[in-house]
């Protein structure tokens, strides 16, 4: 039986990479956000922050043991699956990746501990410098990561010898075109995504009437942070889509489902794009549209899919429906800063049920939100591996299919369990809710953020300790 | 220039997967010894003792192969597809053993199978490293620059027994470490499990040192050929040396703590020097060595000047972390 070692390796890492950045993106905004509460317990010294941080540490920690797990994997198989790119760029972006170990991955690696472990063993101040020096790692983690990812979009600063890319300038390279505008696009939906967990989060508790001062306080500064970056991605991401266009002309013509640079300059909303075809179905477009947002002049023209054999253009249908979805998702997370900050404003923000049963149910929009936008960016690059230099079919390892076949059903497999897993665990966290940490910490104080959770589960399922797998555990608390 | 930055890049990552193993290798151990134990109690205390390290320890993984692609590109681009399916299995083993110990507390009381996920993942991950390393030091086929093999050339009677050597190592590591680092029933296991495990780990040792040269000439010529066997005969002395006084030590445990474990840590180093005398200054044996698979010295010279200001950083803030969570962890207190 043949395989397609290309597209085998091609599925596999876009597997493991779509579940990794689900959590990377999640800790950057929740240690931002534990962070601040840290910082306004240690200002105000009220003891709601505490409670807040301490619930959302538990969260972050089940995340970000998802993050690291799944991101290791990330460091080795640019080399098991794609060694040839890997010889190819490891001159100019292996030192990029190694930046980030060093600046960032033992950062948040290291005070990790202190951060998880540390709330009866540090003073206050210390536990929060952790958070922040977590917080800072994970940004910086981004920034190298973005780079490298840049780097495969938008070359700069290097040049080709017997097919092997030599660094010149690495300024230019660090900071390729693409390079800030992708990094401020990631954090910006980092925060966003993060602060639409946590309004849902406190909706959630508002409806069914628990933890009510706390979720009230969940809910403002969600609504806040929605308000402000909300319209600020929608800002940023105009200026990057202008920035691929003058540099990765064809992805930004998948994007827009635009076959024909003759008949560009109308935005279309809908329709069905044909790769062999090459036209859409069912198109709705609005005149003039596209020329405004992409020119903004009001006939201007850019270049269609036409403009290069069909073997160079990338997969249309996806990009361009990835695309809707990611806009689609920044759209309504603007309307919903607006109306959450309308009705803060008239005072009736706890007490609208429409809003927050709406509201409850988007914790997951920013998510796909940033998976749908790398879709787009990855998807929108082919058929390159590194644009314009490296195409992504000569870019693999020679490994045969079938080793990629096995391993990509283990990682599916192993994935599913744990990482479904994790997301049961994560919910379950939400249900116990704040109070679990701060107000009923258990006699002793527990020794680790999660054992509060322990107690609680096991209240919740009614089950002493002795009737948990292992008798022993039975002798554990009668020594109490 | 040319001649001594892949020198001292082999230096840096020769150090990075040297630390790698000592302090993974005792988190690992805690794990290949969670079977040893059926007690919940002793379980929390030894998952408790390394649980605020295991993440920065794994952290020295991603140093070695991230170092390996920054330093060697043409060395990562052959070694990783020489061994795709060991190190794909250890990265899925390591999965599981690394979110276990956020499952297990979540998971409460029904963490059967979190114990289960972070003793196998445990394992499973050091025998892979044991494998990739047996597999490595018989060296890799390469044709035109590229991974010349089959998939499973990995996969010997000499990689097998270099997988349970380490399995048995790291397991000696985790025994040492709960015999220096906890009191009452997890620090006795340590103490029951040491001694075994330091027999097998030798024996081990002992069957590498021989089937070796044995095997590979370049090998034998490298420690037999004059004058060098007048410099490394010491070195298989100082490990003889060494491992008896490791043994008389877990004797007397009571009076020596923290004795054990500083001396397993000398007896992995002490192998890992001969491992490094007998293939230098080759990186992909037989064929490449450090300077055919070195990246542009451009790219050497730019990390290096980062790694000179960031890895004192790093090892700095690495040893606070440690002195903060220092002292014994006792049954039922975990760090408070």
Same mark, same amino acid.
């Given at each position: 039986m043949e395989f397609d070692p290309v597209l085998l390796a091609r599925i596999q890492f876009a597997f493991t990479v779509s579940f990794h950045i689900i959590f990377p993106a999640f800790t950057i905004g929740l240690s931002a956000y534990v962070t601040v509460l840290l910082l306004l317990w240690l200002r105000t010294g009220d003891e709601k922050f505490h409670r807040l941080a301490r619930f959302w540490t538990k969260i972050f920690a089940v995340s970000f043991a998802m993050g690291v797990v799944s991101g290791i994997v990330l460091s080795y198989q640019f080399g098991t699956n794609w060694s040839r790119f890997s010889e190819f760029s490891g001159n100019v972006i292996g030192p990029l990746i190694g930046y980030e170990v060093l600046t960032a991955f033992y950062l948040e690696a290291t005070f990790l501990g202190i951060m998880l472990f540390g709330w009866n063993r540090v003073p206050p101040w210390l536990l929060t410098l952790a958070s922040a020096l977590v917080a800072i790692g994970t940004a910086t983690s981004a920034f190298w990561i973005l780079s490298a990812n840049s780097w495969m979009q938008t070359p700069a600063g290097h040049e080709i010898r017997d097919g092997v890319a030599f660094p010149l300038d690495w300024l230019q390279i660090i900071f390729? %075109? @693409?390079?800030p505008l992708r990094l401020a696009h990631m954090l910006t939906a980092a925060y966003l995504t993060t602060a639409a967990v946590v309004l849902a989060v406190g909706a959630r508790y508002l409806l069914a009437g628990n933890y009510t001062e706390d979720a009230k306080t969940m809910l403002r500064m969600a609504v806040g942070m929605i308000f402000v970056t909300a319209p600020l991605q929608l800002f940023i991401g105009d200026m990057h889509g202008l920035n691929t266009l003058e540099h990765q002309p064809m992805k930004v013509a998948a994007m827009e489902g635009n076959w024909n640079t003759e008949t560009s300059g109308h935005f279309v909303l809908f329709g069905i794009p044909s790769q062999s075809e090459e036209k859409n179905h069912f198109e709705i477009a609005i005149p003039y549209a596209g020329s405004l947002v992409l020119t903004h002049s009001w006939d201007g023209k850019y270049p269609g899919l036409n403009e290069v054999p069909p073997e160079e253009r990338p997969p249309v249908a996806n990009v361009f429906f990835a695309f809707r979805i990611m806009v689609g998702i920044g759209l309504l997370l603007i309307a919903t800063g607006l109306a959450g900050a309308y009705l803060w404003w008239r005072g009736r923000l706890f007490q609208t049920p429409w809003f927050l049963t709406y509201a409850s149910y988007l914790w997951p929009v920013g998510f796909i939100a940033i998976l749908a936008g790398w879709f787009v960016t990855e998807q929108g690059r082919q058929p390159w591996l590194v644009y314009g230099l490296l195409k992504t079919a000569d870019g693999i390892s020679s490994v045969p299919g079938a080793s990629v076949l096995g391993t990509l059903i283990l990682f599916v497999f192993v994935y599913g369990i744990v990482f479904a897993t994790g997301v049961y665990y994560i919910n379950r966290l939400i249900v116990k809710g %704040?109070? !679990?940490?701060? =107000? =009923? =910490?258990p006699a002793g104080l %527990?020794?680790?953020?999660?054992s509060a959770a322990e107690e609680a589960a096991r209240e919740a399922t009614g089950? @002493?300790? !002795?009737?948990?797998? !292992?008798?022993a555990v039975k002798n554990k608390t009668k020594g109490n | 220039m040319e001649w001594y930055l892949p020198v001292i890049w082999a230096g840096l990552i020769g150090t990075a997967v040297a630390l790698y193993v000592l302090l993974d290798g005792f988190d690992l151990g805690i794990g290949i010894l969670f079977p040893f134990t059926k007690k919940e109690a002793d379980r929390d205390v030894m998952m408790n003792s390394v649980a605020p390290f295991w993440d920065g320890n794994e952290t020295w993984l991603v140093l070695g192969g991230g170092g390996l692609w920054v330093a060697f590109p043409k060395a990562y681009a052959v070694i990783m597809p020489a061994m795709y399916l060991p190190i794909i299995g250890m990265l899925l083993a390591l999965i599981f053993r690394g979110v276990s110990f956020e499952f297990r507390w979540v998971a409460k009381p029904n963490h059967r199978w979190w114990d289960i996920a972070f003793a196998g993942g445990s394992t499973v991950a050091a025998f892979l490293q044991g494998v990739i390393l047996g597999a490595l030091i018989q060296g890799i086929n390469v044709v035109d620059g590229q991974? #010349? #093999? #089959?998939?499973?050339?990995?996969?010997?009677p000499f990689s097998i027994l270099t997988g349970l050597a380490v399995v048995a190592g790291y397991g000696l590591l985790g025994a040492t470490w709960l015999i220096m680092r906890t009191k009452g029933p997890a620090r006795a296991l340590g103490q029951r499990m040491a001694p075994q495990l330091l027999l097998l780990m030798l024996a081990g040792m002992g069957i590498v040192s021989l089937w070796t040269p044995l095997s590979v000439d370049r090998i034998a010529e490298r420690w037999f050929s004059l004058p060098n066997f007048y410099f490394l005969w010491p070195i298989p002395l100082v490990t003889a040396l060494l491992a008896f006084f490791v043994w008389r030590w877990l004797q007397h445990p009571k009076s020596h703590d923290a004795l054990p474990f500083m001396g397993t840590i000398g007896l992995f180093l002490l192998g890992y020097a001969g491992l490094v005398i007998s293939t230098a200054p080759y990186l992909v044996p037989p064929h490449l060595t450090f300077w055919d698979t070195a990246a542009a010295p451009e790219s050497q010279i730019f990390m290096l000047i980062g790694t000179l200001f960031l890895l004192p950083m790093v090892l700095g803030y690495t040893a606070f972390v440690y002195w903060t969570f220092r002292g014994k962890v006792a049954p039922g207190e975990g760090y408070h």
């Open positions: 390729n %075109p @693409s390079f %704040p109070q !679990g940490a701060g =107000a =009923a =910490a %527990p020794n680790r953020p999660i089950k @002493s300790p !002795g009737d948990g797998p !292992g008798k | 991974y #010349g #093999g #089959g998939a499973f050339d990995w996969l010997t």
